[in-house]
C-alpha cells in the first residue's frame, strides 16, 4: 500500500483484506504474487514453480500407475486363457 | 482456489495410496506421528486414513497450540484479566479451553473485559483506542506465530503506547519432539513434519532427529495429497534405508525457514529456562518469554501473576493423546462427558485437537473403509 509500506492489499477467497508483509521483507514482492497468512502477516512467499514440479510429480507417478495398469491388461503372459 | 484444488484430487490420492501399500514390508506395521495439529485436522476431515493400508497407522502429536497450555496458565490468564482496567483479548479457538477456575468465556460472563481478535494487530488497535485501559494479548503458539506477536511488539515500541501488553507462552516444537523421542511408551517409524513452523524455523533443526535418532521426517503441507505424499517419501526412505530430513511442502516452506522472523523472534524473546507443558509436563529451554529490553510490554512484568499450578482433571487423558500414546477414542470420557460443547480437557477444545478433529469428523469407526483396496 503506497502510504504503507509494510502492509499490503491481498485478495483471500475472493475478500479484500489488509496484511501484513513486514516479516516478508527480504523477499522481493510484486502484485500478483500468492502469500501464506497467518494471523494477519504473510509469512512465505507461494513458489510457483516448486507448486507445479509437485503437481508434475503426483501426475507422473499417476502416470505410470496407468501405463502399468493398461500394459497389465494387455498382457497374458504369454498363457492363453 | 490455486495451490489448493490441485492438491485435493481424489485420482491422485487413489495412486498415491497404491504406492503406498507396494511399499509396505509383509508383516511390518508402520507407525508415523503426525507432530502439527493442522496435519490432524486434515487427517480426519478428509478421511486420509482410509486411504492408507492397515500396517500404517498415523500417531498424533503435541503440535495443537491450544492443546498444550497447561490449566494453571490459563488461570494465570485470567487472574490478570480480572486486575482492573485490563482488556483481556485472545485467539477465538482459546476462549473456551476450561482452566481451573473455568475459561475465558466464563470469566467474560462474571465480568472480565476479555475480546477475541484474529491478530495481535487487532490487540494493537484496542489499545490505542482505549488510552484508558490496560490492553494484554495472549500471545499463545508455536514458531509459526510467535514473529506476529514479536512484530506487534515492535510496533508498540516503536508508537511508544505505554497501555499494551503480551502474556507471552509461546512454545517451540523441537524441544517437545526431543520429549516425545524420548518417551519409553511410543516406538515411531518417523515424522510428519510441521509445515507451517517449518516456513518460520525450516529444515534443518530437524536433522538431529534423521541423524541421531534413525528417524526420517518429511515436512508436508497441509492438503490430502501433501500428507499421501509425505507418507508415501517417509515409507520410500524407510525401504530404501535412508533417514532424512525431506521437504514435501517446498512450495512454502523455504529449506532455511523465514530469517526475518528468527530475526524479531531473537529481538524481543529469549528461551526460558523451563515451561509446564499439558500432559508433557516441564520441558527445559522450550518456551519463550519476552527480553529485559522489552519488559514494559512484558504482562507477566507489569502483574503479579499468581503462578498457578493445576492438575489436569483426573478423567481428562488428554496428556496421553498429546503424546501419541491413546487414541482419542481411547479416552474414557471421550464424546461422553468430554464434548466440543462442554470439553473437560483442551484436545477436545481447538479445531487443531486430536479428540476434536475426530468427534467432529464422525471418525468412530475402527475399520477402514478400504479406499486403497478400489484404486
Known sequence: MADRADFAMVSVAGVKRVVNIGLLEDEELKAGDWILIHVGFALSKIDEEEAAHAIRMLEGMGQAYTDELIALAQSDLGVQP | ?375
Open chain 2, 1 to 375: 482456489m490455486r495451490f489448493v484444488d490441485e492438491f485435493r484430487d481424489a485420482e491422485k490420492a487413489r495412486v498415491l495410496s497404491a504406492r503406498i501399500a507396494e511399499l509396505c514390508e509383509p508383516g511390518r506395521q508402520y507407525k508415523f506421528m503426525e507432530v502439527c495439529g493442522g496435519h490432524t485436522h486434515t487427517i480426519y476431515k478428509h478421511g486420509l486414513e482410509d486411504y492408507l493400508p492397515e500396517t500404517v497407522s498415523l500417531v498424533h502429536g503435541p503440535g495443537c497450540p491450544v492443546c498444550v497450555i497447561p490449566m494453571g496458565r490459563l488461570d494465570d490468564a485470567i487472574a490478570i484479566a480480572e486486575e482492573p482496567e485490563v482488556i483481556m483479548t485472545s485467539f477465538g479457538d482459546m476462549m473456551r479451553v476450561p482452566g481451573g477456575r473455568g475459561s475465558f468465556f466464563d470469566s467474560n460472563a462474571a465480568g472480565a473485559d476479555i475480546r477475541m481478535v484474529y491478530s495481535p494487530l487487532d490487540s494493537l488497535k484496542i489499545a490505542r483506542q482505549n488510552p484508558d485501559k490496560r490492553v494484554v494479548f495472549m500471545a499463545i503458539g508455536f514458531e509459526t506465530t510467535a514473529p506476529s506477536t514479536a512484530m506487534t511488539v515492535l510496533r508498540a515500541a516503536a508508537e511508544g503506547l505505554s497501555n499494551f501488553s503480551i502474556f507471552c507462552n509461546h512454545v517451540t516444537i523441537i524441544p517437545a519432539i526431543k520429549a516425545i523421542l524420548d518417551s519409553p511408551d511410543l516406538r515411531l517409524d518417523g515424522f510428519i513434519g510441521p509445515g507451517h513452523v517449518s516456513t518460520v524455523i525450516g529444515c534443518r533443526p530437524y536433522e538431529f532427529i534423521a541423524r541421531e535418532h534413525g528417524k526420517p521426517l518429511v515436512c508436508a503441507g497441509f492438503e490430502p495429497l501433501d500428507i499421501l505424499q509425505s507418507v508415501y517419501m517417509l515409507m520410500r526412505q524407510l525401504r530404501e534405508g535412508r533417514s532424512e530430513v525431506e521437504n514435501q511442502y517446498a512450495r512454502v516452506v523455504p529449506w532455511n525457514g523465514n530469517p526475518k522472523a528468527l530475526r524479531v523472534i531473537g529481538e524481543t524473546m529469549e528461551l526460558r529456562p523451563w515451561f509446564e507443558w499439558r500432559g508433557l509436563g516441564f520441558i527445559s529451554q522450550s518456551a519463550l518469554q519476552v527480553r529485559e529490553k522489552y519488559a514494559a510490554f512484558d504482562a507477566e512484568r507489569i502483574f503479579s501473576v499468581p503462578g498457578v499450578r493445576v492438575a489436569d482433571p483426573k478423567a481428562c487423558q488428554c496428556g496421553e493423546v498429546l503424546k501419541g500414546v491413546l487414541k482419542p477414542w481411547e479416552c474414557k470420557v471421550f464424546g461422553t462427558a468430554c464434548t466440543p460443547e462442554t470439553p473437560i480437557g483442551t484436545c477436545m477444545v481447538s479445531s487443531e485437537g486430536a479428540c476434536a478433529a475426530y468427534y467432529n469428523f464422525g471418525r468412530f469407526t475402527r475399520e477402514r473403509v478400504k479406499e486403497a483396496t478400489r484404486a
